[in-house]
């Protein structure tokens, strides 16, 4: 029997935790949004390794500082054809009339600064990618990404425990910085350590996970 409801109906929840209307808990956030509740759902967390798929998260991911991740997540089919799909080779070929293009863009996010990073961040990508010669060294971005995953996972049991920085997205913010990426800041990249999977944040209780 599916005692999630009938638990739910007995113990109180943490803060940052919502009962949904479908009988399973999800954190707040994604909790009242059909677009943040399939994200949620089916993607955030879940591995991505590749280099295209961690540059394009990385990019979103500085376009979303000072805004909320809803508006971006709406706002990400819009961004791909601009950005020629988030091919980090072709976004590092792009211009300044490239740059003006993409300011008139529809549908995207029309900040200058942040068009410039990204196409600053896929330029560090390719050098990091075509300067790699050790062989302990990362190949690309998503190993360097990667090799930051720590030890243990943090096990938040309410809104406020989850964190917002942790020495090993400290660590990567600066490794970014050091390598030319702009828009990286460790609470940034704790964001995306989190969205793609490097690193458990989710509130213990969640439907994904529940203890």
């Known amino acids: 029997m599916d005692t999630t409801l009938t638990q739910s109906a007995v113990l109180p929840l943490a803060s940052g935790l919502t009962l949904c209307d479908d009988g399973l808990i999800r954190p707040t956030w994604a909790s009242h949004d ?7 759902d089916a993607e955030w967390g879940l591995p ?3 280099e ?3 540059f394009e998260r990385l990019v979103l991911e500085g376009f979303q500082a000072g805004l909320s991740w809803r508006t971006i997540l ?8 601009p950005f020629d799909g988030f091919v980090p080779d072709r976004v590092a070929a792009f211009t300044s009339e490239d740059v003006d293009r993409l300011m008139s863009a529809p549908g995207i996010i029309h900040n200058r600064r942040k068009i410039e990073a990204a196409v600053t961040n896929a330029r560090a990508t390719v050098t990091m990618r075509l300067g790699s010669t050790t062989i302990d060294g990362p190949s690309h971005l998503g190993e360097l990404v990667w090799s930051y995953r720590p ?16 020495p090993e997205s400290v660590a990567l913010a600066s490794d970014l910085k050091r390598r030319g990426f702009n828009f990286v800041g460790p609470t940034t990249m704790l964001a995306l350590m989190a969205a793609i999977g490097i690193v458990n944040t989710d509130i213990v209780g969640t439907h994904r996970r529940p203890r």
């Not at 709406?74 to 054809?81: G, N, S, V």
Request: aromatic share 8%; with cysteine.
């Open 34 to 40: 059909e677009l943040l509740r399939s994200y949620y």
């Open 48 to 50: 991505v390794h590749d």
């Open 52 to 54: 295209a798929g961690v």
């Open 74 to 81: 709406a706002k990400r089919e819009a961004f791909r054809q």
């Open 151 to 166: 030890a243990c996972d943090p096990r938040p049991h309410s809104g406020e425990e989850v964190p917002t920085q942790l």
